[in-house]
């Protein structure tokens, strides 16, 4: 028997802060061995694109297997997300589940954990370029890892869109204010973070102060970019959530102009175990490039099926 949770199952079962602390677990976990990412494959015909994403964890006892197909030029925008978890140590399915919010919340975990080892404790203003799905979950996470923001300033380019992301964001302990004014945003950030589509970089890399913490996400094309390459040398520390996946997927990094020494790169995993450096210094200028890993769905898979057990939770499913 396998049971299936629906959408509405993992979002009102999985909260933030046990993604948090599930997805840090999953990196500890990779450094030491314990658990291996699959990178992402592609695979594209005439306009479709079937997008796989797996893992497999003896920490957890868990494998796990997320697909989704695009079928819009709008590439961050997927038709149907669906996850399977197996029984590492036996093969027996063990669920089946609707993963569109288990991606944007596994998401946003994974940029808490890093801000968590890279942003300094003290960081009180937050500029979020972006206003949509993942914008939501970035700063939700933030709350789990930080306890002194106190304003967040959010660029866009629609009126209407900022004005009702800031709205709907206010259960959130900190003033949100929507702006046009990427500039005075930027510099006045303890933390930049972008979640958007862009294919062009959203903002002047001199505009960041030193002490600034990045979280970087929507590049996940090698022809994409959020940030510019001032932006990308500024940075004194660069860390990705994976040095294979990033080589490959992260525009930002690989944009000929970065110029990155890919050897000065370190991968979360390593920095979450202690064998790399976070921040070191208050006055860094910090960076981190996340692309989504299927580490990280299995990591909060894994939680939510624990979760809906104990509860009884979702359907129990024989599939022969």
């Known amino acids: 028997m396998a049971r299936l949770l629906k959408e509405a199952d993992v979002k009102r079962l999985l909260t933030m802060a046990d993604?948090?602390?599930?997805?840090?677990e999953a990196f500890r976990s990779v450094a030491q061995s314990r658990a291996l990412n699959v990178p992402r494959q592609r695979g594209t015909l005439a306009g479709a694109t079937i997008n796989t994403l797996a893992a497999v964890s003896h920490a957890t006892d868990t494998i796990g297997v997320k697909c989704y197909p695009v079928v819009r030029q709008d590439i961050t925008v997927g038709s149907s997300f669906t996850m399977l978890v197996y029984r590492a140590s036996t093969g027996a399915l063990l669920g089946i589940l609707e993963a569109?919010?288990?991606?944007?919340?596994?998401?946003?975990?994974?940029?808490?954990?890093a801000t968590k080892y890279l942003a300094r404790a003290d960081s009180s203003r937050v500029c979020l370029f972006g206003a949509g799905w993942q914008a939501r979950s970035q700063l939700a996470a933030l709350t789990c890892v930080l306890d002194q923001i106190e304003r967040v300033t959010v660029v866009g380019r629609s009126?209407?869109?900022?004005?009702?992301?800031?709205?709907?964001?206010?259960?959130l302990p900190f003033e949100l204010a929507p702006s046009f004014d990427a500039k005075a945003a930027v510099r006045e950030a303890d933390i930049v973070i972008t979640a958007t589509g862009a294919r062009e970089p959203l903002f002047d890399g001199r505009w960041l102060c030193p002490g600034t913490h990045i979280n970087a996400m929507g590049s996940n094309y090698p022809d994409k970019r959020e940030l510019d390459a001032t932006a990308v040398q500024r940075s004194d520390s660069i860390v990705v959530d994976d040095l294979g996946v990033a080589r490959t997927e992260s525009g930002d990094l690989?944009?000929?102009d970065a110029k990155v020494d890919w050897s000065a790169v370190h991968a979360l995993a390593d920095v979450v175990a202690g064998r790399a450096?976070?921040?070191?210094?208050?006055?860094?200028?910090?960076?981190?490039?996340?692309?989504?890993l299927g580490i990280e769905d299995l990591a909060v898979a894994s939680r939510v099926l624990e979760l809906a057990e104990q509860e009884g939770a979702g359907l129990q499913v024989a599939l022969v």
């Not at 993604?19 to 840090?24: C, G, I, N, R, Y």
């Not at 569109?100 to 954990?113: F, P």
């Not at 450096?277 to 989504?292: D, K, M, N, V, W």
């Open 100 to 113: 569109d919010a288990l991606g944007q919340i596994r998401t946003g975990a994974a940029s808490a954990v």
């Open 159 to 171: 009126a209407d869109r900022l004005h009702r992301f800031c709205e709907e964001m206010k259960y």
């Open 254 to 256: 690989l944009a000929p």
């Open 19 to 24: 993604a948090v602390t599930a997805v840090e």
């Open 277 to 292: 450096p976070g921040r070191t210094a208050p006055e860094q200028i910090t960076l981190f490039e996340s692309q989504g």
